[in-house]
């Protein structure tokens, strides 16, 4: 069986989270996209983990794989492998052969370009990791491949290939002078080593095969989406999106797995109760703003609005794992839970953040949206007509602080009512049940009401 989690928002919907809870009774946990711009968080008896790029199932024994729909860098895979194995963990990750590889020069060209953007404020505020220069050459069919690291006279005449043309783009169409990043001799003997690394240490997979083997076994698999619906380089906010799928059907071709075994399996959109978002693009349910990443914001938000979200940003740990930025938020935006809906098909939500909405004086949900005179419950498709979008608010009625621990261990009836009142308004506008509600950072700190491998 197989359970696919999904950031129903715009990331850090605390997707690591609810991975560990509800992998429990998973033998493997994939990633399907996406590379090392994830942050996700787990806290395992007491400790706290954070990890980028393998998979958080890793934390508590179970087989990570990064499927050939993800991008790895090598350097961040070994580096969270030895911190893990520092700490006493004997992770098992694998690696799928087809995956394709991050290089220096990608992160590189990745600044530079975000660099010639933000002269024109076009910068979509990447997390600088590389992450769309990858799956440009993976789709320019220039890319280099993990299979390939562990071929040196394949990884040498593919370097050979593409690092000239890096170069040349660098210098020539930006006129930045590069470094070691695009010096194939130096490149070819540090990832050659990594080559061997994975062959040696048998992390390199054909990954549809393995998964499909261990499904035949009858073991479980937990396919974890990184980032979320609204960033996803179909169904997001495009340009002001990352590079890959987020969505479900991402699971499919980024697993090696069909879709009658993704959709087989229970689909379950995380959400944050109210919204985030890292870097730039319209966020119509925004509180006050952060500058440089708030189009056109100056700090000249109504000091109310300015304090309200500061309470939330520190109340939630409202900053970035991987960058460390303060994250804007905002009220919870109804159009985007039913664009995800529909784009991945839920069988079940998650949503987390309870307690950090707890004691505030007032409460929003934007329901819907108004704009060019007209009401809509969907997201627009295009970036101009979504940053025109007025939130049509509907005003909740807060929730106190509770004993959130006793809540946790009480139940859903536990919750203060106006939370349940919340949590069902979600669940009745997207006709989705709840599968958890988060109420803590730890895993403990959640309850359940349906397991999905249960
Ligand atoms: P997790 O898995 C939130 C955002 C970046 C930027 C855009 C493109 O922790 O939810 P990229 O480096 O991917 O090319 O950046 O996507 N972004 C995320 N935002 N959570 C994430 O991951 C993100 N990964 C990328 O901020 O706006
Ligand atoms: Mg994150």
């Not at 993990?146 to 005449?157: K, V």
């Not at 990184?226 to 991402?250: C, E, F, K, L, R």
């Amino acid at each position: 069986m197989t359970v696919t989690i999904v950031g129903a928002q715009l990331g850090d919907e605390g997707k690591g989270g609810i991975v560990d809870l509800f992998g429990e009774p998973a033998d493997v946990v994939a990633r399907y996209q996406g590379g090392d711009n994830a942050g996700h968080t787990v806290v395992h008896e007491g400790t706290e983990y954070k990890l980028s790029l393998i998979p958080s199932g890793v934390v508590r024994g179970k087989i990570g794989v990064l499927g050939n729909g993800c991008v790895v860098n090598p350097r961040t895979l070994f580096d969270e492998l030895d911190a893990l194995g520092e700490r006493g963990l004997e992770p098992d990750v694998r690696v799928a052969r087809r995956a394709h590889i991050i290089f220096p020069y990608h992160r590189v060209l990745d600044g530079i370009e975000e660099d010639v953007k933000s002269e024109s404020d076009q910068e979509v505020g990447t997390t600088g990791r590389g992450i769309g220069p990858t799956y440009e050459d993976k789709m320019g069919r220039r890319g280099i491949r993990a299979g390939d690291l562990a071929n040196p006279e394949a990884l040498r005449e593919q370097l050979e290939y593409t690092v000239p043309q890096k170069r040349a783009l660098a210098e020539q169409v930006y006129g930045v002078s590069v470094g070691e990043e695009f010096d194939i001799d130096a490149l070819y003997e540090e990832y050659r080593e990594y080559g061997e690394r994975l062959e040696s240490e048998g992390m390199l997979v054909e990954a549809g095969n393995f998964l499909a083997a261990r499904l035949d076994a009858g073991e479980n698999i937990v396919f974890e989406g990184a980032q979320g619906t609204m960033i996803d380089i179909d169904h997001g906010n495009y340009p002001y999106v990352t590079s890959s799928n987020p969505t479900a059907g991402g699971a499919a071709p980024g697993t090696g797995l069909s879709p009658r075994v993704v959709g087989d399996g229970d689909v379950v959109g995380i959400v944050k109760a109210y919204l985030s978002r890292v870097g730039s693009g319209p966020m119509p349910t925004e509180l006050a703003g952060v500058e440089g990443d708030t189009p056109g914001y100056e700090g000249d938000a109504d000091p109310d609005d300015e304090e309200l979200a500061e309470y939330i940003r520190d109340a939630g740990g409202e900053y970035g794992t991987v960058t460390g930025r303060p994250r804007r938020v905002g009220w919870l935006d109804m159009p985007i839970l039913r664009h995800a809906t529909r784009a991945s098909g839920f069988t079940g939500l998650a949503v987390n953040h309870i307690d950090t909405l707890a004691g505030l004086d007032e409460l929003f949900v934007g329901h819907a949206y108004e704009v060019d005179g007209e009401e809509r419950l969907t997201v627009p498709a295009t970036t101009e007509r979504w940053a025109n979008c007025e939130p049509v608010f509907k005003e909740f009625d807060p929730w106190p602080e509770a004993d959130w621990n006793a809540v946790a261990s009480e139940g859903y009836e536990a919750l203060p009512e106006n939370a349940r009142t919340y949590l069902e308004y979600i669940s009745d506008e997207l006709g989705v049940p709840i599968y958890a509600v988060g109420i803590g950072p730890g895993r403990d700190e959640s309850i359940v009401l349906e397991h999905p491998f249960e």
